[in-house]
């Protein structure tokens, strides 16, 4: 055997040998064993969510708390006149009761009683006359007030107080005392007369109810008196 022979046999052996080395490597790495390539989602680590911090309500804004210093320097309430009411003289108008009463000049007036009212008349002298009128033979209260006297307050542009304390408009401040406003009115009782009417003609219980300043519907005997 020439040595071109055997130098092409010991290549061929040699190559034997390679390729059934390389097979067995492979044949031990399986599909099974082969670890999956990671991917971005898998590995990225996720935001932390950030929670804004609630925001803290606005404190309130209250007026500030009275000092005794301040209420030494406040004017003290001014000693007003009571306004006067007086009756002069009651009368019947369309069998309707009224009342002519004679008040201060410049006196605000106001009826307390429901079912009565009280309108401008004029002036008489120095007096201001006004004319009240209501049911029959009824009591009512007039509330009179004199406006010129008014006791001066603090203007300000925060009159609230914390609970528990009332604002001073005198002094601009919060105070625990309760606030005593002198308007100066003064309440009078006055009565109306009873005019002639003749209840008994209204046989409909609507008519009736039209005149109740003067009659009265009996639902009982179905007729209309007059108011007592």
Same mark, same amino acid.
């Given at each position: ?18 390729? #059934? ?5 492979? #044949? ?41 210093? $301040? ?71 007039? @509330?009179?007030? @004199? ?71 009996? $639902? ?9």
């Amino acid at each position: 055997m020439n040595k071109i022979h055997k130098k092409a046999i010991f290549t061929g052996l040699l190559l034997i040998v390679v390729l #059934s080395s390389c097979n067995l490597e492979f #044949s031990q790495v399986g599909p099974e064993t082969l670890t999956p390539p990671v991917t971005a989602t898998e590995t990225a680590t996720p935001a932390p969510t950030i929670t804004a911090a609630p925001s803290s309500s606005p404190t309130p804004e209250f007026a500030p708390f009275c000092q005794a210093a $301040d209420a030494a320097s406040v004017s003290p309430v001014p000693q007003c006149q009571l306004p006067s009411a007086t009756e002069s003289s009651t009368f019947c108008s369309e069998k309707r009761p009224y009342n002519l009463i004679l008040i201060d000049a410049g006196a605000t007036y106001e009826v307390l009683t429901k079912g009565f009212r009280c309108s401008d008349a004029g002036m008489k002298g120095d007096k201001q006359m006004i004319t009240c009128t209501g049911q029959l033979a009824a009591d009512f209260v007039v @509330n009179v007030c @004199n406006p010129a006297c008014v006791v001066p307050t603090v203007q300000a542009a925060i009159t609230e107080c914390p609970q528990g304390y009332n604002y001073n408009s005198f002094q601009g401040c919060c105070t625990q005392e309760i606030q005593q406003l002198n308007q100066n009115c003064m309440g009078y009782s006055f009565k109306t007369t009873t005019c002639v009417i003749g209840c008994s003609e209204f046989k409909r219980e609507a008519k009736c109810k039209r005149n109740s300043w003067a009659c009265v519907w009996n $639902d009982k005997e179905k007729v209309c008196e007059v108011r007592k």
